[in-house]
């Protein structure tokens, strides 16, 4: 299970590579709170999503928090405390500044990487090796960045099949990365019933996920693209993560 937190950052959002929305996705205020369980009825934990404006080196920027951590019986056999932070232009999207701390049963990291964008080049300090990298780069999206990016392009005129592909800055590596579009579903959730639309990353297989292609999306089809359920194949059992609290939302949230 210790990549599981990590992955939620790294899938839950889709978009397509297309001209912007005239109406912005989200904006300063926003809060998402999700329900992390294990094969659908034990409680595995918690995800925060959270955005504000910020200033960084005297530019106005939007800062986002993403927050996770385990609880209950799933705590005592593996403990999840992560911590993942960006700063990113409020117009590209491009980000400035991106820090990382987890804490996976006892597997630890510590990382902060600055993206100089004129150089094309992002720098690392890892304050858990104590070692310091550049990596060169180009139109790349860090873990939380890419979370917002996509979701503010327009993904109203795909088809089922057509996958989407974005290069994610990741551990001082870039990482190509793909979603793939399911198709639309009415999902019955607990705010109501809502239109959705369903993606399926295309992922490495690992020591966690049994096969590419084990992780499914639901995201409402409306002007927010907010990512409302999550369902994962772990190699033992399934994880899912469900959309449980929201504010600030930059949109009417359409419910049925």
């Given at each position: ?13 889709c ?8 109406s912005?996705?989200f904006k ?5 709170r999700y ?9 595995a934990?918690t ?8 200033e960084?080196?005297g530019k ?8 996770g951590?385990t609880s ?7 403990e ?5 932070e ?6 590209t999207?491009?980000?400035y500044l991106?820090?990382r701390?987890?804490n996976?049963g ?6 902060i990487t600055?993206?100089?964008?004129v150089s094309?080049?992002a720098?690392t ?12 780069f ?7 960045s890419s979370?917002y ?5 327009d ?23 793909k ?7 009415l999902?019955?959730t ?5 239109n959705?639309?369903?993606f ?5 297989s ?8 084990s992780?499914?999306l639901w995201?409402?089809?409306?002007a927010n ?5 999550m369902?994962?194949?772990l ?10 609290q929201?504010?600030?939302l930059?949109?009417p949230?359409?419910k049925?």
């Open positions: 299970m210790k990549k599981y937190i990590l992955l939620f950052f790294t899938f839950f959002f978009a397509a590579l297309s001209s912007q929305e005239k912005k996705a300063s205020g926003e809060r998402l329900k992390m369980s294990y094969s659908g009825f034990l409680r934990g995800a925060i999503l959270e955005v504000d404006e910020k960084l080196n106005k920027v939007f800062h986002t928090k993403g927050s951590w209950g019986m799933i705590k005592w056999f593996f999840v405390d992560d911590k993942y960006s700063y990113f232009d409020k117009d999207i491009k980000p991106f820090k701390k987890i996976e006892g597997y630890k990291k510590h990382r600055s993206f100089n964008h094309n080049r720098y300090q890892d304050f858990t090796l104590q070692k310091d990298t550049s990596v060169a180009l139109n790349v999206q860090d873990m939380l979370f990016y996509l979701r503010g392009r993904v109203k005129s795909m088809k089922k099949g057509e996958e989407i592909a974005i290069d994610m800055f990741m551990d001082s590596q870039v990482y190509p990365f979603l793939r579009f399911l198709g639309r579903e999902l019955k607990k705010f109501g019933k809502i959705t639309m369903i399926r990353p295309l992922v490495q690992g020591r966690i996920f049994k096969a590419q292609e992780v499914t995201i409402t089809d409306d693209k907010i990512p409302i359920k369902k994962a194949d190699a033992v059992g399934s994880l899912r993560a469900d959309l449980e929201y504010k600030g930059a949109n949230f359409i049925k």
